[in-house]
């Protein structure tokens, strides 16, 4: 397995789906979409518009739900990481002792969880007449993680075997337009260290 070696340029997209184009994307995400249409269902009695309209509004909303996958995967990696208890500990011990370090293996698996809800506005003449909400659900599941931390923040992550699973679904439909899970071992040095919050 090839460390990915994350980064404030890797993204949620990068990472899940690698170089899939657009097209592959997308097809796939019209192809679950729901049948009568997304702009269709949020207009109704509000505008109507021709089908080829409809059709491209369709492909404008997905294009730019796609676009939020483009997101940097660290920072809820990394805020995920700061939620674990021992890790806490640590942070409390390295600011008492800011010359030490301490590294944290998490020796149950633990998992990450992070869910967004980005949306796409309808705007007409400047005013929105309507909204689009999306919900991206990331699941990290980590195995043999190694946590460095010094002065109370997480300088490195070195975790030799991490899931993750990726959600992309239009709010109050099911099923979800895109999903995928991949396997990976993660790499992260932090640059600046991420101060970890003690409760």
């Not at 997101?71 to 390295?94: N, V």
């Not at 030490?100 to 007449?129: G, H, K």
């Not at 659900?137 to 980590?142: I, K, R, Y």
Request: overall charge neutral.
């Amino acid at each position: 397995m090839v460390p990915v070696e994350l980064s404030h340029t890797t993204s949620v997209r990068a990472i899940a789906f690698g170089a899939t184009g657009n097209d592959t994307l997308l097809a796939a995400m019209r192809s679950r979409m729901p049948q009568g249409g997304i702009a269709e269902a949020h207009l109704r009695g509000r505008r109507t518009l021709p089908p080829a309209s409809y059709r491209m509004l369709n492909g404008r909303i997905l294009e730019t739900a796609l676009g939020f996958l483009n997101e940097d995967i660290s920072a809820p990696f990394l805020a995920g990481l700061g939620k674990y208890r021992e890790l806490a500990t640590a942070a409390a011990d390295t600011r008492a002792n800011p010359q030490s370090e301490t590294v944290v293996s998490l020796v149950d698996p633990y998992e990450i969880n992070s869910t967004q809800q980005p949306y796409v506005a309808l705007m007409v003449n400047d005013s929105e007449i309507a909204r689009v909400t999306f919900e991206i659900t990331l699941a990290f599941g980590m195995f043999a993680t190694a946590v460095a931390v010094r002065r109370g923040a997480i300088e490195s992550v070195d975790c030799e075997a991490c899931s993750l699973k990726v959600t992309l679904k239009l709010v109050g439909w099911d099923p979800e337009l895109i999903t995928k899970e991949v396997h990976l071992r993660v790499r992260l040095p932090v640059n600046p260290p991420m101060r970890i919050p003690l409760p």
